[in-house]
């Protein structure tokens, strides 16, 4: 499941979206993530991100015991951190163009989900698709939304917002995800299948051992 755990110097970072535009927050992990991005070969605004979450649920839901690397995790292999589809991520943690993957229309294995959304986050309004750079489908996304960046809007095509909106799904219902059953009961509820699962695990895993 990965160590490799943000170090002491970066929690007293703000984990409480602040009013009026107090900036990104997760730019308080900078320099802690410039060494860890460099290590691990993700960009260090993504892992800026995912140590934000971190920080966040351990404040938040401190028995869930949730990793950054996990996160990360999902994201490589959801969408290469924002980098699917010749998407770029931004300085801002913006993902342009936005992330959408191919409608859940019941072929090739995918689920069949009709549109919940009008639309309005994946620009289908035939079937949802999941968006972003974590792949969130929209009901799941308006159930759990957070604005992380304290920009106003929680976007799904913002790693901030994505990565704290990923944590909060991870941890629900009390999961310990230090433990290994609740680790990949997890993991199976973002997606139930279990190489994805095993994907997920072996990514965390390497992250950990690369960011010592």
């Not at 160590?3 to 900078?30: F, I």
């Not at 639309?119 to 035939?126: E, F, R």
């Not at 990565?163 to 290994?180: E, F, H, N, P, V």
């Amino acid at each position: 499941m990965g160590a490799g755990g943000l170090p002491s110097s970066v929690t007293t970072a703000p984990v409480q979206p602040v009013q009026n535009g107090g900036g990104r927050p997760a730019d308080a992990l900078g320099g802690w993530a410039q060494q860890v991005g460099t290590k691990v070969g993700i960009p260090v605004v993504a892992v800026q991100a995912y140590g934000y979450a971190e920080l966040v649920l351990a404040r938040t839901t401190p028995t869930c015991h949730l990793n950054w690397t996990t996160i990360a995790a999902i994201a490589s292999v959801e969408s290469g951190h924002g980098s699917a589809n010749g998407a770029v991520l931004g300085v801002d943690g913006l993902v342009t163009p936005p992330v959408y993957g191919l409608p859940l229309d019941g072929k090739g294995g995918r689920q069949l989900i009709k549109d919940t959304d009008q639309g309005v986050l994946d620009g289908d309004t035939t079937y949802d698709r999941a968006v972003g750079p974590l792949q969130f489908i929209p009901s799941t996304w308006n159930s759990y939304k957070v604005d992380a960046d304290n920009d106003g809007v929680a976007n799904p095509n913002d790693i901030d917002d994505a990565s704290l909106t990923a944590a909060t799904y991870l941890c629900q219902g009390g999961r310990d995800m230090s433990k290994a059953e609740s680790w990949w009961e997890a993991i199976l509820s973002y997606n139930a299948v279990q190489p994805y699962a095993q994907k997920v695990f072996e990514t965390a895993n390497d992250y950990g051992a690369r960011s010592r």
